[in-house]
């Protein structure tokens, strides 16, 4: 699904991704994980061709996204912070993304479930942080796209909203999709996640489950597992 070879990408004098190899196959939640700086925003953003990285190249079903495009029609996004035009109303917002992709969605659906009937005809700039999230994953999740790439999905939901995103992200899974997810929430990333990419300082330092990680690690737990790695390369 996404091919990764010796991707390389320095801003000034800062190497943020330095040789990264990644297979992630078809099918499947990838949840990539790593401390702040680590590189897992730029790799994203590298596969969505946002970054141009230095060296290296990317495939994105079996095909180089270099000089192409039309790959993103197949990808579905959620970014970390929703940054949606405040004077614009919810149900304009949908209509415009829904007019700019040009293929059938799932809004109503998705619209009901978190339950965002009453919130269609007020103004962007009006809502919660945590609305603007369900915002964001309604559109993300509209398309019928093979890949799916969530950055931060759970920021600032609600209880309920994140048992509803969970259940929607096992549900993609279940058609055979491929997720890719970057989380600060280990508890989520633990539940949800079938393999994990621990990204530092620019470098893949683990790639496989997490019970693999435990071993790997030799601790008891998820969280101590990620402390360890941590400690141990800032000691």
Not at 122 to 137: E, M, P
Not at 145 to 159: A, M, N, V
Not at 217 to 230: G, K, V
């Amino acid at each position: 699904m996404v091919s990764i070879q010796n991707l390389h990408k320095q801003f000034g004098k800062n190497i943020v991704l330095n040789g990264v190899n990644l297979e992630i196959k078809e099918g499947g939640i990838f949840a990539v994980l790593g401390p702040n700086g680590s590189g897992k925003t730029t790799m994203i953003k590298s596969i969505l061709g946002m970054v141009i990285p230095n060296k290296g190249t990317i495939s994105v079903l079996g095909k180089s996204i270099k000089k192409s495009c039309a790959y993103r029609n197949k990808i579905d996004y959620l970014p970390q912070i929703a940054n949606f035009p405040s004077n614009l109303k919810v149900n304009e917002l949908i209509t415009m993304i829904k007019d700019l992709r040009g293929k059938a969605t799932n809004d109503e659906a998705l619209i009901k479930m978190f339950k965002l009937e009453s919130f269609l005809d007020k103004k962007l700039g009006n809502l919660s942080g945590g609305t603007k999230q369900k915002v964001n994953i309604v559109l993300a999740f509209m398309f019928d796209s093979p890949l799916i790439i969530l950055d931060e999905p759970t920021s600032g939901l609600d209880p309920i909203s994140l048992i509803r995103l969970k259940d929607l992200i096992q549900a993609e899974k279940a058609k055979g999709k491929t997720i890719l997810i970057t989380s600060h929430i280990m508890s989520f990333v633990e539940e949800v996640s079938d393999e994990i990419v621990f990204l530092l300082e620019g470098e893949i330092y683990f790639k496989g489950t997490i019970n693999e990680l435990k071993t790997k690690t030799n601790q008891p737990d998820f969280e101590r597992a990620i402390a360890s790695i941590l400690t141990e390369n800032h000691a």
